[in-house]
């Protein structure tokens, strides 16, 4: 088997039809940002921009992600924003159990490429693809489990806050606590600068 690359990684997606959802994209969509990061954002699967432009989270969902990120100042492109799916599912459904985990291989890849310390799972499909199918997004966001030594956290994805402001407060109290995660083993004041008041 070949050497673990990000050209392996590229290649192997942009080749990848292990499932159906390779029909009828524009691009597909592997992931972007800081390789090196100690932060990876995981969510669910691109949107219609996303899947016109080739990247995660440009859509109107990721400009929230973006002041979201900025609201405890870590700039967008310091930490490394994919998805659990790397294709479009045909008018933004839910990606099918067998969809992810065909593409798991992609994520298990380039998360062992980043080798992130701590993961924010952006809802549910993302946090129950990887920290387990018994994940209730509103009753576990905000709580940490570890796994391997990696830190993750569940939160509202944000086209759920989109849709309903009213999640916003706690999607605020979910930044805060990352925040804290990040403060807590040494990773926010050395790499995203100085912590906000
Ligand atoms: N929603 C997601 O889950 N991912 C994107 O990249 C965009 C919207």
């Known amino acids: 088997m070949s050497e673990l690359s990000w050209a392996l990684f ?8 292990l499932c159906p959802l390779h ?21 669910e699967g691109p949107g219609q921009v996303e899947d016109e432009e080739g990247l995660a989270f440009v859509g109107p ?14 700039p967008r492109d310091r930490v490394y924003i994919c998805n659990i799916v790397k294709c479009r599912p ?10 992810a985990e065909a593409c798991k291989l ?28 018994e994940i209730r997004i509103t009753r576990d966001r905000g709580r940490w489990f570890e796994r391997k030594g990696v830190w993750m956290m569940p939160t509202y994805h ?28 040494g990773l926010y004041e050395d790499i995203y600068g100085h912590p906000t008041e």
Do not use: F, Y
């Open 23 to 43: 029909q009828g994209i524009h691009n597909k969509v592997p992931g972007q940002g800081d390789v090196h990061a100690p932060l990876m954002l995981i969510g």
């Open 106 to 133: 992609h994520l298990r890849n380039q998360t062992a490429l980043v080798r992130p310390r701590v993961i924010v799972l952006l809802g549910s499909t993302a946090a129950r693809n990887t920290i387990g199918p």
């Open 158 to 185: 944000p086209s759920a806050l989109l849709r309903d402001v009213s999640k916003k407060r706690e999607a605020w109290e979910d930044m805060q606590s990352l925040r804290d995660k990040l403060i807590e083993m």
């Open 90 to 99: 045909p008018n933004n459904r839910v990606p099918e159990e067998a969809e």
């Open 61 to 74: 969902a990721g400009q929230l992600l973006t002041r979201m990120l900025a609201a405890i100042s870590l």
């Open 10 to 17: 590229r290649q192997q997606v942009a080749a990848c039809t």
